[in-house]
């Protein structure tokens, strides 16, 4: 089966952006050590990032026919998506939220999450290693149904 993993804005400046909060690693650091972890697992992975909010639906209603689960870090659409949250509903797919930061640590007005109410599970404050949590949680979760 294949797992979207979707991130949002700003993500493609990971490993310079604020190192000390989000980590030293690229976003394609980290698509390799999940495309790499899920084949462990016998999955596959749609590794994808966007700056565009309707990009990101147009994304996650496509995974509807493609895709067996959603891994997504919204970034800072998170805390203000209601087009991201009727999508997720939409794509009737288990949802899991990962951040890299723990959000509830943070300003104020990241603790709100607009992915949360429609996520299986949520993953957050253990950086690069939250995306590999995420694909050993889906994969049991693909197991079960
Ligand atoms: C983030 C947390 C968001 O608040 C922020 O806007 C991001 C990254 C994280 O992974 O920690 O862009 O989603």
Redesign the pocket.
């Given at each position: 089966p294949e797992i979207l993993i979707l991130n949002?804005?700003?993500?493609n400046m990971l490993g310079t952006r604020e190192p000390e909060v989000?980590g030293a690693e690229t976003l394609d650091d980290i698509e390799a050590m999940c495309a790499e972890h899920a084949a462990a697992l016998d999955l596959s992975v749609d590794f994808r990032q966007s700056n565009f909010e309707g990009e990101m639906v147009t994304i996650i209603q496509q995974a509807r026919d493609n895709a067996a689960g959603i891994i997504i870090?919204?970034?800072?659409y998170?805390?203000t998506s209601v087009a991201i949250h009727d999508a997720l509903r939409v794509a009737e797919l288990p949802v899991i939220e990962v951040?890299?930061?723990n959000?509830h640590r943070r300003e104020e007005f990241?603790h709100h999450s607009y992915i949360s109410a429609v996520a299986e599970g949520i993953i957050v404050g253990l950086g690069s290693q939250g995306y590999t949590l995420a694909l050993d949680a889906m994969a049991r979760l693909l197991d079960r149904n």
């Amino acid at each position: 089966p294949e797992i979207l993993i979707l991130n949002g804005p700003n993500l493609n400046m990971l490993g310079t952006r604020e190192p000390e909060v989000y980590g030293a690693e690229t976003l394609d650091d980290i698509e390799a050590m999940c495309a790499e972890h899920a084949a462990a697992l016998d999955l596959s992975v749609d590794f994808r990032q966007s700056n565009f909010e309707g990009e990101m639906v147009t994304i996650i209603q496509q995974a509807r026919d493609n895709a067996a689960g959603i891994i997504i870090n919204a970034g800072a659409y998170t805390h203000t998506s209601v087009a991201i949250h009727d999508a997720l509903r939409v794509a009737e797919l288990p949802v899991i939220e990962v951040h890299l930061s723990n959000i509830h640590r943070r300003e104020e007005f990241r603790h709100h999450s607009y992915i949360s109410a429609v996520a299986e599970g949520i993953i957050v404050g253990l950086g690069s290693q939250g995306y590999t949590l995420a694909l050993d949680a889906m994969a049991r979760l693909l197991d079960r149904n």
